[in-house]
């Protein structure tokens, strides 16, 4: 997450991030004609110890190493994340609204480069179609559209009992359950520069929402994991400005608060399928569906 600074001083800090971006891409890319590569994948992180290892295999896999990007906004460590190139970013308060310029700017670096971008938290993993494309580096060379909005699946922990997630193992196995929330349908991938608004939910750019192109979002996937991961950022430094707009008020909720929003999902468990409901038509009436069973084509993709 990003930082807010005193007005004066935010033009030096801007600039030292920009040269730096700019540095870092030309750096990996300067054997490249632009816009030669397919695809690029990059993510935000502080102390992401859990996800981060898995978020950067999975993408690996999917578009090869060299093309995966991590900016590490502060972390006190890093893990081991073999073909990615870790980019620092300067920490100082919590700030959506400097994190989303920062995202915003990298993104429009790597389109120098490629011909599409990807940008998404290391909770969120985004599936082409198996069945349809084997990697995301084919589905963005196949797909007809510009700016691409998916079909965004809150990943939940359909009871109470069950035991943690084992992270070493294909999660949506253990997990199989989740509900389309229209505000985890972001639009994250894109051949043009985005302008998001603070979160990632929603852009100022025309997309298209492709049901061939599904996010699982597993911040509720494990319970013991998502309380230990919201102590972590009720305990971080948010900038005045982040408080009082209600930027990542979902980051500092009690506990209790989060444990009666797991109860009350999983009380709406169903066993019918996500892909039996009119995607469509729920994402184009903003509709959260209840608790349902993720296609199957899709449990083994991480």
């Not at 054997?31 to 590569?37: I, V």
């Not at 502060?74 to 995202?103: A, K, Y």
């Not at 700017?105 to 120098?112: D, N, S, T, W």
Request: charged share 20%.
């Amino acid at each position: 997450m990003a930082a807010y600074q005193d007005p004066k001083t935010l033009p030096t800090l801007y600039q030292r991030i920009r040269a730096g971006l700019w540095r870092m891409v030309r750096s990996t890319a300067r054997h490249l004609t632009p816009r030669q590569r397919p695809l690029a994948v990059f993510t935000m992180v502080y102390n992401e110890h859990t996800l981060l290892p898995l978020w950067a295999a999975y993408f690996v896999r999917q578009v090869g190493a060299g093309n995966v990007y991590v900016l590490d906004h502060g972390s006190d460590s890093l893990p081991p994340l073999p073909g990615c190139t870790i980019v620092p970013i300067p920490r100082l308060d919590v700030d959506e609204i400097q994190r989303t310029w920062q995202v915003q700017r990298f993104q429009r670096a790597l389109l120098q480069r490629y011909k599409f971008v990807l940008f998404t938290d290391c909770d969120e993993f985004v599936v082409a179609r198996p069945s349809r494309y084997p990697t995301l580096r084919a589905y963005a060379q196949q797909t007809p559209y510009q700016s691409i909005r998916c079909v965004g699946v809150d990943v939940v922990q359909h009871a109470p009992d069950l035991p943690p997630v084992a992270w070493h193992k294909p999660i949506l196995m253990q997990r199989p359950y989740g509900a389309i929330r229209p505000w985890s349908c972001k639009t994250l991938l894109s051949s043009v520069p985005l302008s998001w608004q603070p979160g990632f939910h929603s852009c100022d750019q025309p997309s298209v929402l492709d049901t061939d192109l599904w996010m699982f979002h597993l911040k509720y996937a494990d319970q013991t994991h998502l309380l230990k991961r919201l102590a972590l950022t009720r305990s971080l430094n948010w900038s005045a400005r982040a408080i009082s707009l209600g930027h990542g008020n979902s980051h500092r909720a009690q506990d209790q608060a989060m444990l009666n929003f797991l109860e009350q999902m999983q009380a709406t468990r169903s066993d019918t399928n996500l892909e039996s409901l009119d995607i469509e038509n729920t994402v184009q009436h903003g509709e959260d569906t209840d608790l349902h069973r993720i296609p199957e084509a899709f449990l083994h993709a991480f």
